[in-house]
């Protein structure tokens, strides 16, 4: 497995109860990892306690990558003299401040060779999204295009698998969420921007409803999508060097499937977070008009946050019931 979380359910299918657990950053080496990288002590604390505040974030730094990549993009903002406390660091904004620093800094392709590498990128993640596949051939990388060798180690590891008498060559994304990534920037991409894929769903609405009901694996790239519909904090990068945009009628569909989840008047709670994710208040305003009733089941303090950024863009919300866990919220602890 690549993830903690799907830990316990794979233990109920082994017939043999025997595994082994590779751990990544404990939380002591989180705190470690951020002062050797800042080396500034006010810096490191800064950043690490607005980590710390997002469970999502916070959770993937357990892989020394992610928490690299993290640090970076805290750091790169800092020296462009942002104020972090008062951005609010999603998962999409901070992997999207990393992809456009990578394409400034370490592609010598033209625009046209970047877009190219983007797209397949796009396809190939999506692809492999929809298939539970985080391993592909040669031949899958071939078909989207992204045989170039330049194209290949920014987002994708190769590793060399020794079959029988032959040797076979496999490529991953460097980390499932990078590939979560690139599949939710497939489906928001104009249609002219998208590669062709062969048996690929490209109905967002199959998207959507499977995350919710049938397949919680799709629920990150779910929130990737949503994220990406702030073209003001999130797109405006790639918008200016390559010109991609979110057609309004993205917005729309996303702003109408809300709506109508709006179940007389109560939502469910996840797409509370998917709504967080995009940090575009008109957006949220907007596909909570009609919320009335907010039921929330609070499980951590990031929870909370995301009911707080949702609730006071509820406009005509009438009753708000909060559940809280004892344990993350004993008694007396207000």
Same mark, same amino acid.
């Given at each position: $497995? $690549?993830?903690?979380?799907? &830990?316990?359910?794979?233990?109920?299918?082994?017939?043999?109860?025997r595994?082994?657990?590779?751990?990544?950053?404990? +939380?002591?080496?989180? *705190?470690?990892?951020?002062?050797?990288?800042?080396?500034d002590?006010?810096q490191?604390?800064?950043?690490?306690?607005?980590?710390?505040?997002?469970?999502?974030?916070?959770?993937?730094?357990?892989?020394? &990558?992610?928490?690299?990549?993290?640090? $970076?993009?805290?750091?790169?903002?800092?020296?462009?003299?942002?104020?972090?406390? =008062?951005?609010? %660091?999603?998962?999409?904004?901070?992997?999207?401040? %990393?992809? @456009?620093?990578?394409?400034?800094?370490?592609h010598?392709?033209?625009?046209?060779?970047?877009r190219?590498?983007?797209?397949g990128?796009?396809?190939?993640?999506?692809?492999?999204?929809?298939?539970?596949?985080? &391993?592909?051939?040669?031949? !899958?990388?071939?078909?989207?295009?992204?045989?170039?060798?330049? @194209?290949?180690p920014?987002?994708?590891?190769?590793?060399?698998? =020794?079959?029988?008498? !032959?040797?076979?060559?496999?490529? @991953?994304?460097?980390?499932?969420?990078?590939?979560?990534?690139?599949?939710?920037?497939?489906?928001?991409?104009? #249609?002219?921007?998208?590669?062709? @894929?062969?048996?690929?769903?490209?109905?967002?609405?199959?998207?959507? #409803?499977?995350?919710?009901?049938?397949?919680? !694996?799709?629920?990150?790239?779910?929130?990737?999508?949503?994220?990406?519909?702030?073209?003001?904090?999130?797109?405006?990068?790639?918008?200016?060097?390559?010109?991609?945009?979110?057609?309004?009628?993205?917005?729309?569909?996303?702003?109408?499937? *809300?709506?109508?989840? /709006? /179940?007389?008047?109560?939502?469910?709670?996840?797409?509370?977070?998917?709504?967080? #994710? $995009?940090?575009? !208040? /008109?957006? +949220?305003? /907007?596909?909570?008009?009609? +919320?009335?009733?907010?039921?929330?089941?609070?499980?951590?303090?990031?929870?909370?946050?995301?009911?707080?950024?949702? *609730?006071?863009?509820?406009?005509?919300?009438?009753?708000?019931?909060?559940?809280?866990?004892?344990?993350?919220?004993?008694?007396?602890?207000?």
């Amino acid at each position: $497995t $690549t993830r903690p979380t799907a &830990l316990e359910p794979l233990s109920r299918c082994l017939e043999c109860s025997r595994h082994a657990e590779i751990l990544g950053f404990s +939380v002591e080496d989180r *705190v470690d990892f951020f002062h050797r990288f800042f080396q500034d002590e006010k810096q490191a604390k800064l950043a690490f306690g607005l980590v710390k505040q997002n469970d999502t974030l916070f959770t993937l730094c357990v892989i020394p &990558l992610v928490c690299w990549i993290v640090c $970076t993009v805290m750091k790169q903002e800092m020296e462009r003299g942002k104020d972090l406390q =008062k951005t609010p %660091y999603t998962l999409t904004a901070v992997y999207m401040l %990393y992809l @456009s620093s990578l394409l400034k800094f370490h592609h010598k392709e033209s625009k046209q060779d970047v877009r190219i590498n983007v797209k397949g990128l796009c396809s190939l993640a999506a692809e492999g999204i929809w298939k539970q596949k985080i &391993l592909f051939m040669e031949e !899958d990388v071939k078909k989207h295009n992204l045989d170039q060798e330049d @194209s290949l180690p920014l987002f994708l590891n190769q590793s060399i698998f =020794k079959r029988d008498v !032959d040797c076979i060559q496999t490529y @991953s994304f460097i980390h499932l969420s990078f590939q979560e990534f690139f599949a939710a920037l497939f489906y928001i991409l104009e #249609e002219g921007e998208r590669q062709p @894929s062969e048996n690929l769903s490209k109905n967002s609405q199959t998207l959507l #409803e499977q995350a919710l009901h049938e397949r919680h !694996d799709l629920t990150m790239t779910v929130r990737f999508l949503f994220g990406f519909l702030n073209e003001e904090k999130r797109m405006s990068r790639l918008k200016e060097k390559f010109g991609w945009k979110i057609p309004p009628k993205n917005k729309e569909f996303l702003i109408a499937w *809300v709506k109508n989840y /709006n /179940n007389e008047g109560i939502l469910e709670e996840e797409i509370f977070s998917y709504l967080y #994710e $995009t940090q575009d !208040d /008109n957006f +949220v305003k /907007n596909a909570l008009y009609n +919320v009335t009733t907010v039921h929330y089941d609070s499980k951590s303090f990031m929870e909370l946050m995301i009911l707080a950024y949702c *609730v006071q863009h509820c406009q005509n919300l009438e009753d708000l019931y909060v559940e809280r866990n004892k344990e993350v919220f004993p008694p007396g602890n207000e």
